[in-house]
């Protein structure tokens, strides 16, 4: 009987546990839908940035921000070298990203991305990243891609 006891009342105990339930960053007040599901760590990225936007009223503004920053990207070898080199740490890829995006008046949704690139060792994946949330606004618009090929009639 005293085995009993000893495992009623230590049943007791843990039911009396508090349970800890994990929190969200952001209240899930404003559902978002997603207009396209994307595969792999550019669509979880984008997808993640897609919902950060939405619920802050700027998907436009951030898309015009990526494709400012995917020009300088392209244009700047430096840049590139710079988000592609495994050598530098990461809270010095994070520091060199908050220099990048300081002279462009950049939006906290941008800046706050950018910042979880960084400290997630994921800099490497960025014009990947830009071009999967192109593709949500695309569709988040209802556009849907074209590729015309025509022949030149006439010699």
């Given at each position: 009987?005293?085995?009993?006891?000893?495992?009623?009342?230590?049943k007791r105990a843990l039911i009396s546990v508090p349970k800890f339930v994990r929190g969200y960053a952001t209240p899930t007040s404003k559902i978002v839908k997603i207009p396209l599901t994307l595969y792999g760590i550019e669509g979880r990225y984008s997808t993640a940035l897609f919902t950060a936007?939405?619920?802050?009223?700027?998907?436009?503004?951030?898309?015009?921000?990526?494709?400012?920053?995917?020009?300088?990207?392209?244009?700047?070898?430096?840049?590139?070298?710079?988000?592609?080199?495994?050598?530098?740490?990461?809270?010095?890829?994070?520091?060199?990203?908050?220099?990048?995006?300081?002279?462009?008046?950049?939006?906290?949704?941008?800046?706050?991305?950018?910042?979880?690139?960084?400290?997630?060792?994921?800099?490497?994946?960025?014009?990947?990243?830009?071009?999967?949330?192109?593709?949500?606004?695309?569709?988040?618009?209802?556009?849907?891609?074209?590729?015309?090929?025509?022949?030149?009639?006439?010699?």
């Amino acid at each position: 009987m005293t085995s009993f006891t000893s495992f009623s009342l230590a049943k007791r105990a843990l039911i009396s546990v508090p349970k800890f339930v994990r929190g969200y960053a952001t209240p899930t007040s404003k559902i978002v839908k997603i207009p396209l599901t994307l595969y792999g760590i550019e669509g979880r990225y984008s997808t993640a940035l897609f919902t950060a936007a939405s619920k802050k009223n700027n998907l436009e503004h951030v898309e015009t921000e990526l494709k400012k920053v995917k020009s300088v990207i392209e244009k700047d070898p430096n840049i590139r070298s710079f988000l592609e080199d495994p050598s530098l740490s990461r809270q010095k890829k994070k520091d060199g990203v908050h220099q990048l995006l300081k002279d462009g008046n950049y939006c906290d949704t941008t800046k706050n991305f950018f910042t979880v690139l960084a400290e997630n060792g994921r800099l490497t994946e960025t014009i990947k990243i830009i071009n999967a949330y192109q593709s949500l606004m695309t569709a988040n618009r209802n556009e849907i891609p074209v590729t015309i090929i025509s022949a030149k009639v006439g010699f």
